[in-house]
Each structure stands twice: as C-alpha cells, then as structure tokens.
C-alpha cells in the first residue's frame, strides 16, 4: 500500500515514515495542503494522512477537495481536539480523527482498519463516466452497452482510469500495475497499449479518452470527465 502523509512537521513527518514503512507499507511525503493535492495526482495513493495546520491549502480544504471526487480514505491528525471541530471533520468525509500527541500502534491499527474497509467498499463496485461503465463484480467494460474487447493489460489500465478519474498517472505507476513487473523506462509497450485503447474507445464513441500529460504520463481527458 501506498501511504500519503501530508504533515508539514519534519520530526512528525520522518516518525510517520519509519512506522509506515516498518509496517510494510510504502509512503510519499508532502509538506503543505498545495503539495498533498499535487502528489495524488502523480501518485496511485491508497490512503491518506492528514493534518490541519499546513502552509498552503489548509486541511480541512485538502479533506474537502479529495472527498468531493474520490473515496480515499483520510485519517486527520490534529492538535485542534474540540468535539465540535472533529464531528465537522467526519461530516466532511474524514474516515478517522486521531488527537496529537497520539499513539503510534492505534494509528497503525486504524491505518489497517482504514484500508480494509476502503478494500471491501470498493470490491465491488460499478464507475461511470458518460456512457463508459466499468463493473468490477464481473470485470466487463462497457459503452451503450456494447462490451469492449480489451486485452487483459488494457483492461487493468482502462479500470485505473475509471477508479481515479482525476489522478495523472506516471508511465511507471501503469506499467508496474498492468503487467505486474518492474519498469526500467522503456516506453514502446506502454504507449503501444495507450494507443490501441484510444482507438478502441474511438471506435465506439468518436471521442478521444485519453490525455497524454507530457513529462508525467497520462489520465483520463478531462474534457470527458467534467463533461455534463
């Protein structure tokens, strides 16, 4: 798993990690609200932790902002301890509060309680965006209906896309987490499969579905994801 701390605190920052990465899990580091947003663009994040008093966008503007178009788990972690404060952070959709100072092993437990549930949430699931929808209960992809016959590897990107609609992903995060192997920079069958999946969804819909964001990878066209 891989674990977004958002925590402008150097010493915080740098526990956080080792306990993380104790745990086997990976993790990617921002310093302000700005940065963290930035970050889950470039990064397939599993879930996120989050504290309040950063330089940039504050907290609670980071929560609202990735809550509004994803179900990521968040887990705030705050000085600010008012009840009022804390139920108007899970109202925002935080899926946990945790005061600071606070304990290592509970934040570790509720981590593996945060992704397990965000796990079994979206298993089984259904996305659409426009006429394209992908079923992950039988694995078919669909647009008006008509199946897309994609190749096992086109699929497992075609579904990223779908999962995270806004999210830039880098050529390494697609070729790792298509074919499963450790990417070395060669670009030819990545863009290859790009290729034969714009066209495919060309076919049926005469519209391009896929942005090329150059010198970082690519994501789903935003001219298709915000349309109405």
Same mark, same amino acid.
């Given at each position: 798993?891989?674990? /977004?701390?958002?925590?402008?605190? !150097?010493?915080?920052?740098?526990?956080?990690?080792?306990?993380?990465?104790?745990?086997?899990? !990976?993790?990617?580091? *921002?310093?302000?609200?700005?940065?963290?947003?930035?970050?889950?663009?470039?990064? %397939?994040?599993?879930?996120?932790?989050?504290?309040?008093?950063?330089?940039?966008?504050?907290?609670?503007?980071?929560?609202?902002?990735?809550?509004?178009?994803?179900?990521?788990? $968040?887990?705030?972690?705050? %000085?600010? &301890?008012?009840?009022?404060?804390?139920?108007?952070?899970?109202?925002?959709?935080?899926?946990?509060?945790?005061?600071?100072?606070?304990?290592?092993?509970?934040?570790?437990?509720?981590?593996? &309680?945060?992704?397990?549930?965000?796990?079994?949430?979206?298993?089984? *699931?259904? @996305?659409?965006?426009?006429?394209? $929808? @992908?079923? #992950? +209960?039988?694995?078919?992809?669909? @647009?008006?209906? !008509?199946?897309?016959?994609?190749?096992?590897?086109?699929?497992?990107?075609? #579904?990223?896309?779908?999962? +995270?609609? +806004?999210?830039? =992903?880098?050529?390494?995060?697609? =070729?790792?987490?298509?074919?499963? #192997?450790?990417?070395?920079?060669?670009?030819?069958? /990545?863009?290859?499969?790009?290729?034969?999946?714009?066209?495919?969804?060309? *076919?049926? #819909?005469?519209?391009?579905?896929?942005?090329?964001?150059?010198?970082?990878? =690519?994501?789903?066209?935003?001219?298709? &994801?915000? *349309?109405?």
């Amino acid at each position: 798993m891989k674990i /977004l701390i958002i925590e402008d605190n !150097q010493d915080i920052q740098t526990m956080l990690v080792e306990a993380i990465g104790q745990q086997g899990h !990976q993790t990617v580091s *921002a310093y302000s609200g700005t940065e963290g947003l930035l970050l889950l663009q470039l990064h %397939a994040i599993d879930l996120v932790i989050l504290d309040l008093m950063l330089p940039g966008k504050s907290g609670q503007d980071v929560l609202r902002e990735i809550k509004s178009h994803s179900v990521l788990p $968040v887990i705030v972690i705050s %000085a600010m &301890n008012s009840m009022d404060e804390k139920i108007a952070l899970l109202k925002a959709g935080a899926d946990d509060y945790l005061d600071k100072p606070f304990n290592l092993r509970e934040l570790m437990a509720r981590i593996d &309680n945060a992704i397990k549930h965000y796990q079994g949430s979206t298993s089984k *699931a259904v @996305y659409q965006i426009e006429h394209l $929808v @992908y079923d #992950s +209960n039988d694995h078919r992809m669909t @647009y008006k209906q !008509q199946e897309l016959n994609f190749t096992p590897q086109e699929f497992k990107i075609m #579904s990223l896309f779908m999962q +995270n609609p +806004n999210k830039i =992903f880098t050529k390494q995060e697609l =070729f790792e987490l298509a074919w499963d #192997s450790y990417y070395i920079g060669e670009d030819k069958t /990545l863009n290859v499969h790009i290729g034969n999946i714009r066209k495919k969804l060309f *076919a049926v #819909s005469e519209r391009d579905w896929i942005e090329t964001v150059w010198g970082i990878g =690519f994501r789903l066209n935003p001219q298709i &994801n915000t *349309a109405d």
